[in-house]
């Protein structure tokens, strides 16, 4: 764990490289009929080839038995206790959208939502109204003016979008105004501490100016805020590992969840491909790097089965391309499973392996969730793969005289 | 853990006897030619019969990925945990040299080493002079004498040696005169916290005497301290798991772990067949006994793949000697893995094996790192191998009502 003060002297720096590949969503589960989950059903020979020269396990993202979301499962793999350090909603809905979070400021997730004409809530998603409609109303939000913060709306999807404020002394800790419910108001803010008084006043004001900004609209009339939060304060992953961290991840919440981690972000493509390509391309100038996966999860959260196989041979085909590099650690994980027949994230271990010239007598006979239950590493915190790929990059030296 | 202050109610005094094997570098790694590892490759029939009757797994030492040196490694077998309870390199140096370590004592490791006339470092290790050479220069230090506290001085081997400071208020928290580069003079040590002064006022007026001392000499005409360090605290083994604990090794570092324990040393001979002779000697006075077995650690430490098989199997041959005093619970585990591929400690699971009445039915085909990892203990932290001795010795009874 990257907190754990008694490991600092152990770090060294070294010019050994490694490379974590995050599958998002790698596990998962048996499907009913064949009774083999997707990895067992996929044909990934080179997947498999490098399982039987690797160190292999399983990892737990945060407990067994609970499912994490994208946030947590990063921030485990990265060595951060989840359980510790937690990104609230607004701060990673901002982080989804590439929006820049610093230091202090504050970040909501805001609905638009439709009221009537005595304020009474109506609708909570303001009839769902597409982003090409609701994309003026936060233009016309983000031109609300208030003394001391700077206030910026931006779009996400449909009825949803991001409140961010910046300025001295805000605080995350001010109650939400969506009730939950339709047929009863908005509820005004509160502060939920002493020193959240100002950023209270701060957000009725904001409130107050957008229901009038907004009056005319007959759906998107009125705003619900929640899930305040400021990011967490992480150590920094490269300062604590003594690495040069990048990563590279076409979607943006990746991109945000590495920037918590301090990592440098390499601009890069929409796909896979072009991540790899990246990689490649700036293979020099760090010691470590995060490069993510995304489509594995997505068929897995879409609860197609053969989708989900179909990515997964789809990434098999690139794994040369990453040894290629000849790291001196390959790692592939995954954030969380999110097994297919469950169409969700799940809490289920999920597949790991560490490939190094150390590893090479110690594989198993593929990359599954089976193969790897019977692997070197067994079953561990998700927190705990990199102090694996610092040892055996030679970069976590003996703890202890 | 032993310090679990929830389960000292559980612990009972029974007449069972309990034998800690502790096979110092135990786990290895599979030999890249072969895919077999050390404990794989060697004839070990009575090591491989035990396994079939015992409770067999893999305990991790410290975490995942982290390598321990000697001092975590038998902390946690013993129950405590490695990263709350820290020998320091001084003491361990002392305890290594069988120099007796009192609570408030400080050790420190010194260097000679060799300055020029205006005091500039020229080589850290005095051109690594013989021990023959550096004992009567230990002799002199050992002379020195300053108001308040009892200085001595031991030699190690070759430049080095410890000091042991012993007095009232001594404090290991003093920084190191070691630059750890040459061309630079030997630095001041300054007090890391407020009750260190005097310690720091002490030790520089040690290094002012030695230098005096050490002028004529042509190499070591200068001293280096580092790594200052007083005992842990640590809660008495014997008292917390209310045993009459014995330790039997045959190398002064494993005797002064034991007394960091508060074991009773008992003296044995040079090899571990002494040793065995030992335990059989002394078998009717304790409840609990550590014996160690070296040379495994020394051949993996050497790279030595065939001499680290070898004393897998050497010790295998004393193993009936073991049984035949029919302990309550005999134990077979290692402090760390020494993998002879790697040359050095490592952070690998180690094999463990737990024989008593209960285990007749619960063995593994034989005892290796894969066999152990099919065991029906499974992969625990090394720090809860004593309660399970307990245990099986009756001697932990049910928790809670």
Known sequence: ??????????????????????????????????????????????????????????????????????????????????????????????????????????????????????????????????????APLCQRLDEIQINGVQLDVFPVQDYRFVLRLRGEGLSEEVSETDPQITGVEALPVNPLSNRATRTSDIVNEFVKQAKEALMEEERGNMVLLRGWAQLP???????????????????PMYRGLATVAKMEVIPTGKTFSDEVDTLHKNYRDHDFFFIHYKPADAAGEDGDFDAKVKTLEDLDLLIPRLRELNPDVLMVAGDHATPAIMAAHSWHPVPFMLNSALTKGEGVNGFSERDCAMGSIGRIPATNIMLLALSHAGKLTKYGP
Chains 1, 2 share one sequence.
């Open 1 to 134: 764990m990257i907190d754990l003060e008694q490991l600092h002297d152990c770090y060294v720096k070294t010019d050994s490289k490694i490379i974590l590949l995050v599958v998002d969503g790698l596990g998962g589960l048996a499907h009913p009929n064949t009774r083999k989950s997707e990895l067992e059903t996929a044909r990934i020979p080179n997947l498999d080839a490098m399982a039987s020269e690797s160190a292999c396990g399983l990892t737990t993202p945060v407990l067994p038995g609970v499912a994490p979301g994208s946030g947590p499962g990063h921030l485990a793999l990265f060595g951060y206790d989840p359980l510790k350090y937690i990104i609230g909603r607004g701060a990673l809905e901002a982080l989804g959208i590439d929006v820049e979070l610093k230091p202090g400021d504050v970040a909501a997730r805001g609905n638009f939502c439709t009221v009537d004409d005595r304020g009474t809530l109506v609708d909570r998603r303001a009839g769902r109204i597409p982003t090409e409609l609701s």
């Open 233 to 251: 304060d992480l150590p920094p992953m490269g300062d604590v590992y003594k690495l040069n961290p990048a990563a590279v991840a076409a979607y």
